[in-house]
């Protein structure tokens, strides 16, 4: 079965970092679009960044652009979510996805949290 689990979350401070990983298992995922996603109390799941299967290509949010990386190694089936210049905007649950066109698989969230 298909399993994303997320990690590498926490509580940082303004400007601080973190790397989140998503490991994944269950399905070929070299085969796959993948995709960040958070969201934050009372607000709408947003989409944070997504990356193609070959780790080629990749878009950003304009919120996260040029702080945040989506990375993914294929022979180890994780991605990551490289976060700097972390802004309290920035606490939300993160969420692993998987793209067959649309998202069809999500992990269980991370937590982050942005101190200021």
């Known amino acids: 079965q298909v399993q994303l689990v997320e990690s590498g979350g926490g509580l940082v401070q303004t400007g601080g970092s973190l790397r989140l990983s998503c490991a994944a298992s269950g399905f070929t995922f070299s085969s796959y679009a993948m995709s960040w996603y958070r969201q934050a109390p009372g607000k709408e799941r947003e989409l944070v960044a997504s990356?193609?299967?070959?780790?080629?290509?990749?878009n950003y949010a304009d919120s996260v652009k040029g702080r945040f990386t989506i990375s993914r190694d294929n022979a180890k089936n994780t991605m990551y979510l490289q976060m700097n210049s972390l802004k309290p905007e920035d606490t939300a649950v993160y969420y692993c996805?998987?793209?067959?066109?649309?998202?069809?698989?999500w992990g269980q969230g991370t937590q982050v949290t942005v101190s200021s």
């Open positions: 996805v998987r793209r067959l066109g649309r998202p069809d698989y």
């Open positions: 990356i193609d299967p070959f780790g080629i290509i990749t």
